[in-house]
């Protein structure tokens, strides 16, 4: 009860405090609007700004990531040993295999077909000339003997055009049948002329005959009934008969014809058209018949040499080095449809022209030369073999870091042979300085189509560990001939030089390394 009357006994709340004052609230927001605005920025605008400068700036560091990257060939910066070997003295060794000089020789088959026996084994010496292959011959043989026969019918022909051409030459010289035809044509005509001398008198005589027998006719007629009908029958058929001789006198006029006959085989026989025309006929004969005989010869010629090509010879004095077809393989001879190795049935090589490739590193290269001194070690061989740099290929290969040197071999012993791998030692040359001490400084080469000029100075691209293409300012040493260019400063040994996808290419681009360049080396 004392804690209720003393709740009651304390003073009650104002509740006037609470109220505002709305005058005074309305007049200060119009007056200030600024706290506002300053709320807007601080919750909108900053945040975005923020964030949108974050998400470039993450852009920005990965971007080359997110870009294709471009591929390029490399390769490596060539270093050359400032050293001094005194003449004969080993300057480094390499690696290397034994081949052919220059090149093993492919011996093929020239004519299509099946091959039906090998005569030589892999590393048999042969003799040029000597059989290696044959092939199945009986289609061969078929078509020389049908060539041969299509030869004699051939020459046949050509030996009647001739029997004719000689029968026309000797009637175009002797043209007797003519002659013949025109004596028969001249005796007619002087039986003629002799008929038409006598003609006169045979009119008369027929004239005679028909007036008697006209006047025995017309007697006996007037005597008919007295004298039998058959003699006036006979007597009427003697008259007929008498009339016709004479008219048949009278029409005698054959000499003017007979006459243009002779004249006209005269003319024949000096002209002798028909003579000629047969002459000439029989000459272009002769000719066609020879060109039909002479391509019947070619045609014998040629499967003569189909069968001839069916055994395939060595084309020089060597050693086979590997065979290539088997027996039952098919060879496409010279026929167009044929591959570059369709015909070929093995390999061969001289044994007396042997040549090294030996795998030099890049940094020995400036250390080669041509005719240099180098001896070459096989197991094959107890003896160490003489030989002399002939070239340095542009064959280069950038995972091994070396370039391919091709050695001759001089004086070969007959062990050795293609493919055999030898330890090659290149000596110094004599006409190089005889210094016992050698220097340890290293000079720098790179290819000279891979030096660009600007206006600053000259540079290369070279690729760095990040994968990152980078332009690199070097410092030529000097005036530089050839093909190497010697660099000051400028580049490391451990470099990579872009050789291609140089066009376009920025700094910094990402790159990725596609493989070395093997035609970008020393000639």
Known sequence: MRSMDEDMVKPSMDLSQLALDRTTTKSTRSKSPLPHRRRWFSRYVLPSSLLIGFMALVVAAAGNHWMPARPVSVVPVIVKRAEM??????????????????????????????????MVVAGQTVSKGEPIARLVSVDAELALQQAKNALAIRQGELNRAQAELSAARVRFENPVHLRVQLADAQSNLSKSKTELAKLPYLIEVAESN??????????????????????????????AVARA????????????????VVEALEHQLQ???????????????????????????????QAELALERSTVRAPMDGRILRLVAAPGSRVMGLETTAGQSSSTVVEMYDPESLQV?????????????????????????????HGRVLQVTSSANVQKNTLEVKVELLDAPSTVSP??????????????A????????EQLFVPRPLIQSSEAAPYVWIVEANALARKRVVELAGKNGGELV????????????????LEGLREGMKVVVSGDDPNLGIE
């Open 271 to 301: 002209l002798l058209v028909e003579e000629t025309r047969q002459l000439g006929e029989a000459e272009a004969k002769v000719q066609s018949a020879e060109a039909y005989r002479d391509e019947a010869k070619l045609q014998v010629r």
């Open 210 to 239: 028909l007036r008697y027998s006209q006047t025995s006719m017309e007697g006996k007629k007037t005597a008919r009934g007295s004298i039998p009908d058959t003699i006036i029958a006979k007597a009427e058929n003697d008259y």
């Open 357 to 385: 490739r030996a795998d030099v590193r890049l940094e020995d290269i400036p250390l080669v030369n041509p005719g240099q001194p180098v001896e070459i070690e096989t197991a094959s061989s107890s003896q160490v073999i």
């Open 486 to 501: 010697a660099i000051k400063s400028g580049l490391k040994v451990t470099d990579k030089l872009i050789t291609s996808g």
């Open 419 to 432: 493919e055999m791998l030898v330890t090659a030692a290149f000596l110094a040359s004599p006409n190089e």
């Open 245 to 260: 001789n004479l008219n048949e006198l009278e029409q005698q006029r054959e000499v003017s014809a007979l006459q243009a």
């Open 85 to 118: 070997q005194q003449a004969g003295s080993t300057l480094f060794q390499a690696p290397g295999w034994i081949e052919p000089r220059p090149m093993a020789i492919s011996v093929a088959a020239m004519a299509p077909g099946v091959i039906e026996e090998m």
């Open 434 to 441: 005889d210094q016992s001490a050698s220097s340890e400084s």
